[in-house]
């Protein structure tokens, strides 16, 4: 006698029942396409530790976004390096920065994709952290937020579809909603990183936007990797101030945090598989330790099972071509 599961087992061996019946789909649709931008003409930068990611100039950024688009990848989230860094992060809210200026000439070039764009001083500021340090040497909370709300005000008024604000400081999202809404901007939603922890695994980014603390860390205003009902709350909190979509980060290691987070707001969640996420896997792969394409699928599939709505990945490319 065959059980149940037995049979349910054999049938979906069958192609067609194995695609009707299967729980989670990972497509392109899915997925968000995060791009280093520099200035510079007609610039590509490798970053050591990240293999396949390249800072790029403006044009080059145009064409990756393209490239995306095409491959069925409906949005990229963008993130600046500045040709110089000061205390202020002033190239953050500069009108003429390179997110600003690269969000136009995406926006020119392929009206369609959604661009997202990171909203944060850390690539911006000379001390590498994600707001205004003080004198005595503590991030000042509330200039932060000030100087943040401006930094999306021209994200969206260069064309951004939808800003991110990836800092953690408290009440940004909002202060952001305030000031989008007065300034003309009541129809740009706002994806909040929500659940950011303090993760060894943003290793590799850091060396892609230069912005590693010069001292100190981040942990007084990202979250301990320990907790899970704290995540909860903060994400309650974001959708209070105005968050659209919430977010978690990094992925794979805050798998329950996802569930949990998705069950709570029941917003549509984004989780960030981040840098050392990528990394690794393009690591284990180069050396032979497993296969590339299986690992990926199976990584990406179990953030969306999770609970993830959108994923945004490095891996996003190389996905759609496996995919398609
Ligand atoms: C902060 C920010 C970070 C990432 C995205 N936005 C890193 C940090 O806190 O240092 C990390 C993303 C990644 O590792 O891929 N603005």
Redesign the pocket.
Known sequence: MAFPATRLRRLRKTGVLREMVRETELSPKHLVY?MFVELGTDRRTPIDAMPGVDRLSISHAVDEAGEAKALGIPSVIL?GIPAEKDEQGSGAYDDEGVVQLTVRAIKEAHPELVVIT?V?L??YTSHGH?GVVRADGVVDNDMSVELLAKTAISHAAAGADIVAP??MMDGRVGALRAQLDAEGYSETPIIA?SA?FASA??G???EAAE?TPAFGD?RSY?MDPANSDEAVREALLDVEEGADVVMV?PALPYLDVIRRVKEATLLPVAA?N???E?SMLKAAAAAGYLDERTAVLEALTGIRRAGADIVIT?HAKDVAHWLQ
């Open positions: 995060p993130f990171d944060c850390c690539e994600c990836s800092d990183y950011k695994f943003y590799p980014f850091r912005s981040r990202q980060k960030y981040v840098s050392g990528y490095y």
